[in-house]
C-alpha cells in the first residue's frame, strides 16, 4: 500500500516563498502524485496538485484549506489505486467539481490549457 510522504522540508525557507504565497505543505504519493498547499496574506490559499496529464490549482478560503487538502489527496489517491493515470471521466468530474484552474504563466497564448489532451477543465 502507498503513502502520502511529506516532503516540505526538501525545500529552503526561500524556495517556499512564491508570488506572494508561501509553501505550508507538499507531499507525494507513491512519486505518482504531488499535492501542497500555498497560504497568502492576500486572498485565496492555493491547493496545487500534478497527477499524469492532470494538474492545476484550486482556490479555497483560509479556513477550508486543510479539509479541501485531505479530500484532493484522497480523491486522486482513490483515482491512482484503481487506474494509474487519471481516466478521461475522472478528469472532467474532479475539474468540475473542484474548479480546477492554472495561473495565468501555465496557459496557452490560445487560451487553451494543456490538462488533459487539450481540453481545458471547468473554471
Not at 53 to 68: F, P, Q
Request: one cysteine or more; aromatic letters at 14%.
Amino acid at each position: 500500500m502507498c503513502n502520502w510522504e511529506n516532503v516540505t522540508e526538501f525545500f529552503s525557507e526561500d524556495e517556499r516563498h512564491y508570488k506572494n504565497t508561501y509553501l505550508e505543505m507538499n507531499e507525494v504519493y507513491n512519486g505518482k502524485i504531488e499535492v501542497s498547499l500555498f497560504s497568502s496574506k492576500e486572498g485565496l490559499y492555493e491547493i496545487y496538485f500534478s497527477y499524469g496529464r492532470l494538474y492545476g490549482i484550486i482556490y479555497v478560503d483560509a479556513e477550508k484549506a486543510e479539509s479541501k487538502r485531505e479530500e484532493v489527496k484522497n480523491e486522486l489517491a482513490q483515482e491512482y489505486q484503481k487506474h494509474e493515470e487519471p481516466t478521461s471521466e475522472f478528469v472532467n468530474v474532479f475539474c468540475e467539481k473542484h474548479k480546477v484552474s492554472l495561473p495565468n504563466d501555465l496557459s496557452r497564448q490560445d487560451g487553451s490549457y494543456p490538462i488533459h489532451s487539450g481540453q481545458r477543465c471547468a473554471e
